[in-house]
């Protein structure tokens, strides 16, 4: 990589890597260590390519994904962890922000990778139901009823994020990754 390219991919990784490590947490279920490998690979793979690439964020995203993808599509798929309760009571300060936070976190966790994933797509990325299921490699009946699956399974397990938006389903999530 030449002086230039390699001053620009630090530009990037130094401007990125917060928002980037955000999104990696939220795939792998808040499992900081497997975020931080996830981020490291897709940034390995921009930093072998950087040059060609033409938008460095969203081929890094994409990257994210199509990892997270390969650890759910495995046969046996990682450490997935069941957790307390999660803690009662959410309000409007901000000690009740960062509880919320907390019971997302720990309710996303809960889930399988497959339907954590669709939710951050769909909800923290904000991607329509095409796009999820095209970045997937699935039907848009298969992204809908994981997400309808995801989401009723987040409300049994955390019934106090039915405060977090109207009809209980999750329209800020990257409010709460954040």
Known sequence: MDPASEDSFREFVEGRSAVLLRLALLLSGGDTGAAEDLLQNALIKAAGRWQRI??????????LYRQQI????LKWPGREQSVAEPP????????????LRLVVGRALRRLTTRQRTMLV???????????VAELLGCSVGTVRSTTHRALGKLRAMA??????APGGSPKNLSEVGQ
């Not at 033409?54 to 990257?63: F, G, L, S, T």
């Not at 390969?70 to 599509?73: A, C, E, F, S, T």
Request: aromatic share 12%.
């Open 121 to 131: 797509l769909r909800y923290y990325e904000d991607l329509a139901e095409a796009d």
């Open 70 to 73: 390969g650890r759910w599509r």
């Open 159 to 164: 019934p106090e994020l039915s405060v977090f």
């Open 88 to 99: 009662e009571g959410s309000g409007g300060d901000l000690a009740n922000a960062v509880e």
């Open 54 to 63: 033409e938008e460095p964020e969203a081929y890094v995203r994409q990257v």
